[in-house]
């Protein structure tokens, strides 16, 4: 005599049949990584068309580090760079992020990550791009015009008042 448990014989091959109806990411046990794309120009842009911030970012970050089965997070970044301190803020995010979770980060670089967004991709633990994508170049470019010939041949003076000697390192004058 068989021993009768209640459930019928083909229930299991029926919800494992019924699974494969299920999208892969919602499945048990099937490993996922999240995508976060990171675009633009960091910082404030104007008024009607904002940068990236750690404040527009922040809660997608924090969705992404928080997806159940994740094995990692992949950060997709396109940005020319823009303002040193949210592209400092959104890198220290994301590191905290990934240390808290354990995460490992890989970021993919599209066209181009320079400046801040080279800095905002140096939070990943990889870094992937292609060939022709431009990455890299943290820095600061400043330029001063090159007149004082002409401003001596023509007679100007400059006149500056300073409040300290150091303030005018970068003036010709």
Do not use: H
């Not at 919800?15 to 910082?43: D, Q, T, Y």
């Not at 220290?92 to 320079?114: M, N, T």
């Not at 292609?130 to 820095?139: K, Q, R, T, V």
């Amino acid at each position: 005599m068989t021993e009768q448990t209640g459930e019928p014989k083909g229930l299991p091959d029926f919800i494992n049949k019924l699974m494969e109806f299920v999208p892969r990411r919602l499945r048990r046990g099937v490993a996922v990584v999240p995508v976060v794309r990171l675009s633009g120009v960091i910082g404030a842009v104007t008024p009607l068309r904002p940068g990236m911030s750690l404040a527009g970012v922040a809660k997608t970050l924090e969705r992404a580090f928080a997806t159940k089965n994740a094995k990692a997070v992949a950060l997709v970044i396109n940005s020319p760079g823009g303002s040193p301190v949210q592209s400092r803020q959104i890198y220290l995010r994301i590191r905290q992020l990934a240390a808290e979770k354990k995460l490992p980060v890989l970021v993919f670089v599209e066209d181009v990550a320079a400046s801040g967004g080279y800095m905002i991709a140096c939070a990943g633990d990889e870094i992937f791009c292609d060939p022709s994508s431009i990455l890299g170049s943290i820095g600061v470019v400043g330029g001063a015009f090159g007149f004082q010939e002409l401003i001596k041949k023509i007679g100007v003076r400059r006149c500056s008042i300073l409040s300290c000697r150091k303030t005018l390192k970068m003036s010709p004058a």
